[in-house]
């Protein structure tokens, strides 16, 4: 791919120094290590949609723009506008900010710099059908513009383009997409810090999600804010909570609904100093039952407006701690599996018979198992195992650290 760059300025238009170099579209195309902390972002379609009609307007098919926002340390931002065909593709997106990369790093101090593309004239070139997928990209702008500048504390660099059979960029145009760069620079921003949260939400909700417990975020009027996926599942089932015609969280059981809808309301009205707690059963009608526990919340900056209710949905606990962490207490197999059938078995002759084991052989299990958890008593033994039980979804179970 060659790109012949044009250094000519107002003061003496007719004296332009050409060059070109290859980027091969088979190499190396990651961006260079310029930032300590790099991301090329998406951004809402309705935005994109905006920059792409506003550089419509002055002849510009396509952009490529790099912001830099303030920080320790600075992190940048790219955005691909008018390449909505390979906008997620990884692969192309890397090449494409290693091709303005290349443009940047030439520019010096000079703020904004006209270029011509080659790549279009080899567009019809049987020769050049094999060339990689940017240079076919490419092939259809004729002219571009290579720009920067700072802005508020921040650095903005972009890349124009032009199809090909238009003029190239005059020096009106010019001055004209300099205009531009800090409004593309603020809009960026804003869509960098939109997408950074969306990101953070998205990997919240993921964590979220491994958790099996039940778990929701409620505004005062009961109105989930947040679920995640096992609290879906347990409106789904319809057995202790649903969803009322408002959206509402409620109680399938009419009796229950009310204490907890008046907690949730309480909750989420509470003052910073004055948390609230509170626990509730909630019964299925078939003998089944669930504690649901309700607290206050308030975000950090204290806000009124962010004030919610947390409400968890707890089950009878379980008595399966995963075999690495019995491991890590440094219980051998042999142990946790008599550990297992012990603590399901209604005495300690059931267990040895579930085992395969004599009596007197159980016995000494279980008194290397008390010996090695620092527990007397079974009640004691059953609570220490029920609370290793990590409520997660999924079957990969944590690997022991040495």
């Known amino acids: 791919m060659s790109i012949n760059m044009d250094y000519a300025t107002q003061e ?10 290859p980027i091969d579209d088979g190499g190396d195309q990651s961006c260079p290590a310029a930032f300590a902390s790099e991301s090329a972002l998406d951004v809402p379609s309705a935005t994109r949609k905006v920059w792409h009609e506003f550089l419509a307007q002055h002849n510009v098919a396509a952009a490529i723009l790099s912001v830099v926002l303030a920080g320790s340390p600075p992190k940048r931002h790219a955005f691909l506008i008018g390449f909505d065909p390979v906008r997620n593709d990884p692969g192309i997106t890397r090449q494409l900010l290693h091709f303005s990369e290349k443009l940047w790093s030439r520019m010096g101090d000079r703020t904004a710099v006209p270029f011509q593309n080659e790549e279009y004239r080899w567009r019809n070139d049987p020769a050049r ?13 004729e002219h571009g513009v290579a720009a920067q500048r700072r802005h508020n504390a921040t650095c903005v660099q972009a890349i124009y383009l032009r199809k090909y059979g238009l003029d190239r960029f005059n020096a009106n145009e010019l001055a004209s997409l300099q205009l531009i760069l800090p409004l593309l620079a603020d809009s960026a921003a804003r869509g960098a810090q939109l997408a950074e949260q969306a990101l953070r939400s998205n990997r919240l909700e993921a964590m979220f999600d ?6 929701m975020m409620l505004s005062a009027e009961s109105q989930p804010i947040f679920m995640n996926s096992a609290a879906r599942a347990s409106l789904q089932e319809r057995k202790w909570l649903i969803r009322s015609a408002d ?8 009796k229950q609904a009310r204490k907890l809808r008046d907690s949730i309301q309480i909750a989420a009205a509470a003052e910073p ?12 009608g078939n003998g089944e039952w669930r504690l649901a526990y309700v607290l206050s919340a308030t975000s950090r900056s204290g806000a009124a407006a962010a004030r919610c209710a947390l409400l968890f949905i707890l089950a009878p606990g379980r008595m399966d701690a995963p075999s690495q ?39 000494t299990y279980l008194k290397r198992v008390r010996a090695k958890l620092g527990v007397h008593r079974q ?3 059953a609570g220490l195992i029920s609370g290793l039980v990590l409520p997660l979804h999924g079957t990969t179970e944590p690997t022991t650290g040495e």
């Open 12 to 21: 003496n238009a007719e004296s332009r120094s050409f060059f070109s170099y």
């Open 129 to 141: 059908h094999n060339a990689g997928p940017v240079s076919a990209l490419l092939a259809g702008y």
């Open 210 to 215: 491994r958790v099996s417990l039940s778990m």
């Open 247 to 254: 959206g509402s969280i409620s109680c399938t059981n009419p």
């Open 273 to 284: 100093g004055a948390p609230i707690e509170n626990v509730y059963r909630l019964d299925d």
């Open 325 to 363: 962490l019995l491991e890590a207490l440094g219980l051998l197999p042999s142990e946790q599996r008599f550990l297992g059938h012990f603590l399901k078995a209604s005495s300690l002759c059931d267990a040895a018979t579930d085992c395969g084991l004599s009596e007197e052989t159980a016995r």
């Open 379 to 381: 009640m004691e033994l």
